[in-house]
């Protein structure tokens, strides 16, 4: 069975980093694009990125445009998210997802993992 | 302010039956396919409906998706109490390249 488990999570400073991975098993990583998505507290599902199966293509969304960079390593089964220049409003829940690749929906999801930023 | 708009809340009696609709644009709704996510209290989301209409395989038939034009719709039949949670539209938008979901509406049975 697909399974997703996020890890990375934490607390850290404003202006600092944190380095989110999501292990994958259960289906072929390397044939399906993989999102991240947020929830922040008490709030709605914000997407956040997007990556192809290859690692060729990435997107973004605007709030974390130039600050958030996802990647994988398709040998590992991982994906990852690199977090920098972190922000109060960056505070949320953060999962992994996988695409269902024929068409665009998130058809498996991690049980997240809490990222706060405070000082 | 989310691009999709849904209302925030939707209630019904046990074994009734409740829409939850879905509005955007030619940019999103209008030329992309749609999925619905149910959220469960503390649990992560869960696909319901892709592609508008289709439920993946465990998911009842009392769940049923459709999109017309620049909207889309969310219909439940036979409300159980276990069907209380948030419900979320979500599609890709082409102008913003982005993937975009609806503020989320909270189902209530009543």
Same mark, same amino acid.
């Given at each position: 069975?697909?399974?997703?488990?996020?890890?990375?999570?934490?607390?850290?400073?404003?202006?600092?980093?944190?380095?989110?991975?999501?292990?994958?098993?259960?289906?072929?990583?390397?044939?399906?694009?993989?999102?991240?998505?947020?929830?922040?507290?008490?709030?709605?599902?914000?997407?956040?990125?997007?990556?192809?199966?290859?690692?060729?293509?990435?997107?973004?969304?605007?709030?974390?445009?130039?600050?958030?960079?996802?990647?994988?390593?398709?040998?590992?089964?991982?994906?990852?998210?690199?977090?920098?220049?972190?922000?109060?409003?960056?505070?949320?829940?953060?999962?992994?997802?996988?695409?269902?690749?024929?068409?665009?929906?998130?058809?498996?999801?991690?049980?997240?993992?809490?990222?706060?930023?405070?000082? | 302010?989310?691009?999709?708009?849904?209302?925030?809340?939707?209630?019904?009696?046990?074994?009734?039956?409740?829409?939850?609709?879905? *509005? +955007? =644009?030619? !940019?999103?709704?209008?030329?992309?396919?749609?999925?619905?996510?149910? @959220?469960?209290?503390?649990? %992560?989301?869960?696909?319901?409906?892709?592609?508008?209409?289709?439920?993946?395989?465990?998911?009842?038939?009392?769940? *049923? +998706? =459709?999109? !017309?034009?620049?909207?889309?719709?969310?219909?439940?039949?036979?409300? @159980?109490?276990?069907?209380? %949670?948030?419900?979320?539209?979500?599609?890709?938008?082409?102008?913003?390249?982005?993937?975009?979901?609806?503020?989320?509406?909270?189902?209530?049975?009543?």
């Amino acid at each position: 069975q697909v399974q997703l488990v996020e890890s990375g999570g934490g607390v850290v400073q404003p202006g600092g980093s944190l380095r989110l991975s999501c292990a994958a098993s259960g289906f072929t990583f390397s044939s399906y694009g993989m999102h991240w998505v947020r929830q922040a507290p008490g709030k709605g599902l914000e997407w956040v990125a997007f990556i192809r199966y290859d690692g060729s293509n990435k997107y973004y969304a605007d709030s974390v445009k130039g600050r958030f960079t996802i990647s994988r390593d398709n040998s590992k089964n991982t994906l990852y998210l690199q977090m920098n220049s972190l922000r109060a409003e960056d505070t949320a829940v953060y999962y992994c997802a996988k695409d269902h690749g024929i068409v665009l929906a998130l058809d498996y999801w991690g049980q997240g993992t809490l990222v706060t930023v405070s000082s | 302010q989310s691009v999709l708009t849904q209302p925030p809340s939707v209630s019904a009696a046990p074994g009734q039956k409740v829409t939850i609709s879905c *509005s +955007g =644009s030619s !940019s999103n709704i209008g030329n992309n396919y749609v999925s619905w996510y149910q @959220q469960l209290p503390g649990t %992560a989301p869960k696909l319901l409906i892709y592609d508008n209409n289709k439920r993946p395989s465990g998911i009842p038939d009392r769940f *049923s +998706g =459709s999109k !017309s034009g620049t909207s889309a719709t969310l219909g439940i039949t036979g409300l @159980q109490t276990g069907d209380e %949670a948030d419900y979320y539209c979500g599609t890709w938008d082409s102008s913003l390249s982005a993937l975009v979901f609806g503020g989320g509406t909270k189902l209530t049975v009543l």
